[in-house]
């Protein structure tokens, strides 16, 4: 099982996971040449996706989707609610299927577990992908943790964890109060401190990897994100992987 990210942050997402003969991508916010430009970088043609699992209807999740699936004829899932309140963007592809927030899944040799977030969004779920023997969390876009996320988390041998702003830059940046409210509100996103107290509440004995990622390239930093999550591990800065926006990460081995 191995894993890549494409990009992550608010101009556009997308992870790639893959084992066996099964390869997803999680989020699709790029266009369509945009996208496969960026799966020419891990060594992927767009037709070697088997699915795109969505997980929100923002446009840095979706946006990218109707024209990259519809062009490549790769299948879609979505809960029934992001589907709802995708304001007919998916409308008439031939291959879009739903499911419940709650409900796990398979795809090929991939078992996806949606795990359910407060998000500002109508179903908002990440997830948990597994091959059967290991598990990579996946967890974004989620404005504070639960015990059904940190339960869901738990155990898992490889995290791609928000690390969106740093509390006090984005207090002191000029984004207008209303936006900064929303940012580091419930249902908005985790800052660095929230993301370390929901790592450091995680049993963490298998994990090999973990990566911070979706970061504010105007109210955070790496070297930010990083500390954090290493003072919740106990482990050195440069261990903790980074998922940017220009590059994503390449292929980490599970």
Known sequence: MRF???????EGNGLVVEAGGTRVMID???GVRATATRLARLGLEPMSLDAILITHEHSDHIG?????????GIAVWATFGTLSNANGRLAGMDRVYGFDSHDAFAIGDLAITPVPVPHDAREPVQFVVSDGARRLGVLTD????????EAALSGCDALVLECNHDLGLL???DYPPALKARIAGRFGHLCNE??????SRLDTSRLKHIVAAHLSQHNNT???AR??????????????????QAEGFDWREL
């Open 4 to 10: 890549a990210s494409i990009g992550s942050g608010s």
């Open 28 to 30: 699709c916010g790029f």
């Open 64 to 72: 990218g989707v109707p024209a990259f699936a519809g062009r490549h």
């Open 142 to 149: 989620v404005g504070a943790s639960t015990p059904h996320v």
């Open 171 to 173: 207090a002191a940046s």
């Open 194 to 199: 929230d993301a370390a107290a929901l790592l």
């Open 222 to 224: 790496p070297q930010m």
């Open 227 to 244: 500390a954090a999550l290493a003072g919740a591990l106990g482990c050195a800065g440069d261990w903790i992987g980074l998922a940017d």
